[in-house]
């Protein structure tokens, strides 16, 4: 019975379950990042699928848990969170990001399991919608299971205050592509193209729109990746200025410093070098400007080219949002690097990677309507 619904006949209340689920996931990879920058993702040491969903309910428990905090994350213990200084008051706030990150991952799972075996069961799935939420759970699955590799490699570790920056970003980076995916099925539901009246012909000026837009996705999930970096090096704190000529000369003595040991060395034991995590944010920068350079040239190519707004509406209004949370984005970047004092402002650098699934969302909504539209 689902094989033969159409896309169009798919009841709204399966439209706005698909938004439920992009929400949540919004939601999940900024917990996320507030468990980062608080460095509190090693306060669980140990991952209780089904027992782990309460927190510590007794004063013994309280103290078991933090007894093995100290233990296995000693470095971060005593080099970030004051070693013996540290109160049981100060473990439980880090303890709370680091439980809550999971308890709404948990959450999700339950949002996104029943809903959907009541809609298979209605017969309100379409086979093709029915493969791409199989797609969207394996994502989950593979950033759930890299999440647990990633907080692992943060144990028992005497040269690593922190998880490892690299696992952390293909934790982000899988949570970026299912938060992506899921946003593309409901583009896919939402806009269905079995309603859709191609305006448009062969020759159509959204075809040289589509090379522009696609070197922006993809130099826009390479600054992402560089952002998941900086967070996982806490390279911001190294130059902490607006831009790199603010004391030109001591950034560019950390970039040319040998200060890690052979190259292998400064990028494998990373916390030791200064010249890697300046290497990490010239790059984060400098990928900037080339990200702003093209959405700019995308806003004003489709403001000089589409000249039926009533057409293309969907493509102007993805241009615009793409163009506002760029300069938002910009202006976030610049507050998070220079707070970047001593700690990375929380504030400032969730917004900012907030920021940064906003301005992937609106890339995908102007490159699916270009798509749509250009496809007979």
Wanted: hydrophobic fraction near 50%.
């Amino acid at each position: 019975m689902s094989s033969q619904i159409l896309t169009s006949e798919i009841p709204r209340v399966v439209r706005l379950w698909l938004m439920a689920g992009i929400v949540l996931i919004f939601v999940q990879v900024n917990i996320g990042g507030i468990t980062r920058l608080t460095d509190s993702g090693l306060s669980i040491t140990e991952w209780e699928v089904i027992e782990g969903t309460l927190p510590p309910l007794s004063e013994g428990a309280w103290i078991e848990a933090f007894d093995k905090y100290k233990l296995h994350a000693e470095k971060q213990y005593k080099e970030i969170h004051g070693g013996e200084d540290m109160t049981m008051s100060e473990f439980k706030v880090i303890f709370f990001w680091e439980w809550f990150h999971r308890f709404w991952a948990r959450s999700i799972g339950f949002v996104f399991l029943f809903p959907f075996l009541f809609f298979l069961y209605k017969g309100w799935l379409p086979t093709w919608l029915t493969k791409r939420l199989g797609m969207v759970v394996l994502f989950a699955a593979l950033a759930a299971t890299f999440g647990i590799i990633m907080v692992y490699s943060g144990f028992n570790d005497d040269t690593r205050t922190w998880v490892s920056a690299y696992k952390l970003l293909g934790h982000l980076s899988i949570a970026c592509l299912t938060f992506g995916y899921l946003f593309w099925t409901w583009l896919k539901v939402k806009y269905p193209s079995d309603t859709y009246i191609i305006y448009n012909k062969p020759d159509s000026p959204l075809l040289s729109l589509k090379p522009l837009l696609k070197t922006v996705l993809v130099v826009l999930l390479i600054q992402i990746g560089f952002g998941a970096l900086m967070a996982g090096m806490r390279a911001g704190l190294v130059h902490p200025y607006l831009t790199v000529f603010n004391k030109g000369e001591q950034f560019w003595s950390m970039l040319m410093s040998r200060d890690g040991g052979s190259l292998v060395d400064t990028i494998v034991d990373y916390e030791k070098s200064q010249s890697i995590k300046a290497w990490v944010q010239l790059f984060h920068r400098a990928t900037a400007y080339i990200l702003t350079t093209l959405i700019l040239l995308f806003f004003y190519k489709v403001r000089a080219k589409l000249r039926f707004p009533h057409s293309y509406q969907h493509v102007h209004k993805g241009a615009l949002c793409m163009a506002i949370m760029l300069l938002v984005q910009v202006l976030l970047g610049i507050l998070t690097i220079v707070n970047s004092v001593g700690s990375i402002p929380v504030i400032y650098g969730v917004l900012h990677q907030a920021g940064a699934l906003l301005l992937l969302a609106f890339a995908l909504f102007s490159t699916y309507h270009i798509n749509r539209e250009t496809t007979s």
